[in-house]
């Protein structure tokens, strides 16, 4: 069999793949009947018949979608051919399939007359001015806000577990200078590690096309800065990802998020402006710096969070909510610390019977007594 024809065959098989109704989600697990995920059903079909009107790129028809709250995310092979659509809604990842033939990349293309230009090399894998491609780019701007993200997590939550496209980004970003990645072990068992960050010239080239100076901005971070921190750090992500789909599923949407090293860098500051006041008043000036950043002094101390999300509500409202994540050697006072703050802390846990470190980890929260 040529080469050709075998690649032709591959190609037919995951566009198979793709409309295959075996594989068929439901839209709403654990929240209600088969009449609630129809209605869910037919509500997503309607915003995405919407934004199909026109045959418009698919910039435009991302950005309809993304008003009315929905995300399109298109699974394109390492050879650039397009090869499926998932829509992101209320925290949970759909599968075009699970809606019909026309949902799919191909149905959008076909029968909706969305123009697409994904095969072609003419749309979402272009490659701009600067040498990567939007999808790369949102990439760059996902690890940045975070620092570091676990290479395993970034192939579940933006690649829809396809670590062939994921790897081919990666080692593009790298060989450009702009990811850097490492892997660190675990434990003396051989369980292991690997993250990405941006390197300073990933941090630059993002921040010159969106300076994140100005107060409210999203703040861009570079380079792995602890390792023997680095499972924790990584791990924040799991914890936004958990807290983000509370948020969606109630009708909010995401703002920004803000990492400890924000407040670090803020509040330290405005302390070491303060260290040669008497007791008293640099006490009291530590509760007006704390309460000016949404937070508590506890036992004396500002009180950080490891990872604050801020978020518009269902009403419009700005609200925010602290996280904490605690690790094995959390002592009952820190913990006392974090939930006087006002914080909800959570936990990792791996269920039994699932290996260590893999992708059946989940974020519990402590309750607090």
Same mark, same amino acid.
């Given at each position: 069999?040529?080469?050709?024809?075998?690649?032709?065959? /591959? &190609?037919?098989?995951?566009? @198979?793949? %793709?409309?295959?109704? +075996? *594989?068929?989600? $439901?839209?709403?697990?654990?929240? =209600?009947?088969?009449?609630?995920?129809?209605?869910?059903?037919?509500?997503?079909?309607?915003?995405?018949?919407?934004?199909?009107?026109?045959?418009?790129?698919?910039?435009?028809?991302?950005?309809?979608?993304?008003?009315?709250?929905?995300?399109?995310?298109?699974?394109?092979?390492?050879?650039?051919?397009?090869?499926?659509?998932?829509?992101?809604?209320?925290?949970?990842?759909?599968?075009?399939?699970?809606?019909?033939?026309?949902?799919?990349?191909?149905?959008? /293309? &076909?029968?909706?007359?969305? @123009?697409? %230009?994904?095969?072609? +090399? *003419?749309?979402? $894998?272009?490659?701009?001015?600067? =040498?990567?491609?939007?999808?790369?780019?949102?990439?760059?701007?996902?690890?940045?806000?975070?620092?570091?993200?676990?290479?395993?997590?970034?192939?579940?939550?933006?690649?829809?577990?396809?670590?062939?496209?994921?790897?081919?980004?990666?080692?593009?970003?790298?060989?450009?200078?702009?990811?850097?990645?490492?892997?660190?072990?675990?434990?003396?068992?051989?369980?292991?590690?690997?993250?990405?960050?941006?390197?300073?010239?990933?941090?630059?080239?993002?921040? /010159?096309?969106?300076?994140?100076?100005?107060?409210?901005?999203?703040?861009?971070?570079?380079?792995?800065?602890?390792?023997?921190?680095?499972?924790?750090?990584?791990?924040?992500?799991?914890?936004?990802?958990?807290?983000?789909?509370?948020?969606?599923?109630?009708?909010?949407?995401?703002?920004?998020?803000?990492?400890?090293?924000?407040?670090?860098?803020?509040?330290?500051?405005?302390?070491?402006?303060?260290?040669?006041?008497?007791?008293?008043?640099?006490?009291?000036?530590?509760?007006?710096?704390?309460?000016?950043?949404?937070?508590?002094?506890?036992?004396?101390?500002?009180?950080?969070?490891?990872?604050?999300?801020?978020?518009?509500?269902?009403?419009?409202?700005?609200?925010?909510?602290?996280?904490?994540?605690?690790?094995?050697?959390?002592?009952?006072?820190?913990?006392?610390?974090?939930?006087?703050?006002?914080?909800?802390?959570?936990?990792?846990?791996?269920?039994?019977?699932?290996?260590?470190?893999?992708?059946?980890?989940?974020?519990?929260?402590?309750?607090?007594?």
């Amino acid at each position: 069999m040529s080469r050709l024809h075998r690649e032709h065959s /591959r &190609d037919d098989r995951e566009q @198979r793949q %793709e409309v295959d109704p +075996g *594989s068929r989600m $439901r839209l709403s697990q654990g929240r =209600g009947g088969s009449g609630d995920s129809d209605d869910e059903a037919r509500r997503l079909r309607e915003a995405i018949d919407r934004a199909a009107t026109d045959r418009p790129g698919f910039a435009e028809f991302r950005d309809r979608l993304e008003r009315e709250g929905i995300r399109a995310v298109p699974s394109v092979q390492s050879s650039g051919r397009l090869n499926g659509m998932v829509y992101e809604v209320g925290g949970q990842r759909i599968k075009g399939s699970s809606l019909g033939r026309a949902y799919t990349a191909y149905g959008l /293309r &076909d029968q909706k007359g969305v @123009r697409l %230009e994904i095969e072609r +090399g *003419s749309g979402f $894998r272009r490659r701009g001015e600067d =040498g990567i491609s939007a999808a790369q780019r949102e990439l760059l701007h996902e690890v940045g806000k975070f620092r570091t993200i676990e290479v395993a997590d970034l192939a579940r939550v933006r690649y829809d577990s396809d670590r062939g496209a994921l790897n081919q980004d990666l080692s593009h970003l790298t060989r450009m200078g702009l990811i850097e990645r490492r892997t660190v072990a675990l434990d003396s068992r051989g369980h292991t590690l690997s993250a990405v960050a941006l390197t300073r010239r990933g941090k630059a080239l993002l921040e /010159r096309a969106s300076p994140a100076e100005k107060d409210g901005a999203q703040r861009i971070y570079a380079r792995i800065v602890k390792p023997k921190e680095m499972a924790h750090d990584a791990a924040l992500y799991r914890l936004y990802q958990t807290e983000a789909a509370r948020i969606e599923a109630e009708g909010g949407r995401v703002h920004r998020v803000v990492l400890d090293y924000e407040f670090k860098q803020k509040i330290y500051s405005a302390l070491a402006k303060a260290h040669n006041l008497p007791a008293f008043e640099y006490a009291r000036r530590q509760e007006e710096i704390a309460a000016a950043h949404g937070l508590k002094v506890v036992d004396g101390r500002v009180a950080l969070p490891d990872l604050r999300i801020e978020y518009e509500t269902r009403e419009g409202e700005l609200d925010k909510v602290d996280l904490e994540l605690a690790t094995p050697n959390y002592r009952a006072a820190h913990l006392n610390v974090k939930t006087a703050a006002g914080f909800k802390v959570f936990v990792e846990r791996t269920p039994a019977g699932a290996a260590a470190w893999d992708d059946h980890r989940v974020m519990t929260e402590i309750l607090s007594m």
